[in-house]
């Protein structure tokens, strides 16, 4: 098997095309595929599905750019060490999130991070659904719970909080509710039960049993709004909601509904310099917002 080869492999799968990679290597994008197709031949299997959307690896592509990416930090550490100079961090990071956390946290801190590492790009999936890491779907996974069990690296990110919600228009014209029981009277905004794939989101029942809704939604980006907008109450993250001058929390004492985030990377990748950088990256920034959770 041929490093330059491999080399060249790794570019298409950063860049998304044969063409970027070429475009990336500074070679024409013919050669690209004339490597890509004898990396094949040496591995006996296709690495890399093209389509008019560009490039994406197959099943075996994945494993094989794992492998080839240990092997370009390999190189890059002996020529750094050799050289005298630090190893540079560069390359795709994909991050899988909640909803909430990627939008209102990590999204804001890329500005910070790019211009940090440039070299690195993260790709942000930010919604309310697992994410498999052994499936290779995400390099990193922030999860509302820990995983039980794989070849996973699992560290506490951070506690954080959810309460109760309303605007501040909704409650001067209708008053804020004096206890739980009066919840069954008001308009409440929550998630479409049915397609709720964590467990930790399941808390309607521990705070209004029974109680009506007036809107839900598989977005808590939706629910807010729908709150903001003198709806009705609902359960919001306290990190988000607090920021929000239009909404006040109610029933404090009474509805205070705590959960953790865990920050989750695969044990063979967590070592890359591309990850590693984003994993530190992100522990600093929740340890310096740790009063906002």
């Known amino acids: 098997m041929n490093w330059d080869d491999l080399r060249i492999f790794l570019a ?14 500074k070679i024409d994008h013919t050669t690209v595929a004339r490597r890509l197709g004898a990396l094949e031949a040496a591995v006996g299997a296709r690495l890399v599905v093209r389509s008019p ?50 939008a209102n946290f990590v999204a804001p801190a890329m500005r910070a991070l790019h211009d940090l590492r440039p070299e690195i790009q993260v790709e942000l999936i930010a919604q309310s659904r697992a994410v498999s890491l052994t499936k290779r779907e995400a390099d990193l996974a922030i999860t509302l719970s820990r995983p039980p069990r794989g070849r996973l690296h699992v560290q506490k990110l951070t506690p954080y909080r959810l309460g109760l919600y309303a605007s501040r228009d909704y409650l001067a014209e209708y008053g804020a509710p004096t206890g739980l029981e009066e919840l069954r009277t008001r ?7 049915e397609m709720i794939d964590i467990p930790e989101l399941r808390y309607f029942d521990q705070i209004a049993a029974g109680a009506r809704t007036a809107f839900r939604s598989t977005s808590i980006a939706a629910q807010h709004a729908a709150v903001a907008a003198g709806l009705g109450l609902g359960v919001l993250h306290c990190y988000v909601a607090d920021q929000d001058p239009s909404l006040e929390r109610v029933l404090a004492d ?5 959960r953790t985030y865990w920050l989750v990377s695969h044990s063979d990748e967590r070592h890359l310099p591309r990850v590693r950088t984003v994993i530190e990256f992100l522990q600093e920034q929740v340890r310096g917002a740790r009063e906002r959770f």
């Open 187 to 193: 308009p409440l905004v929550w998630f479409i039960d």
């Open 12 to 25: 298409i799968s950063r860049s998304g095309g044969l063409t970027q990679a070429g475009a990336r290597l």
């Open 254 to 258: 009474a509805v205070t509904i705590e």
């Open 53 to 102: 959307r560009g490039a994406r690896l197959t099943e075996a592509g994945a494993a094989l750019a794992l492998h080839a990416e240990r092997i370009e930090t390999e190189v890059m550490s002996a020529g750094a060490r050799l050289g005298g100079t630090d190893l540079k961090p560069a390359g795709v990071v994909r991050l899988a999130t909640p909803e909430v956390f990627g």
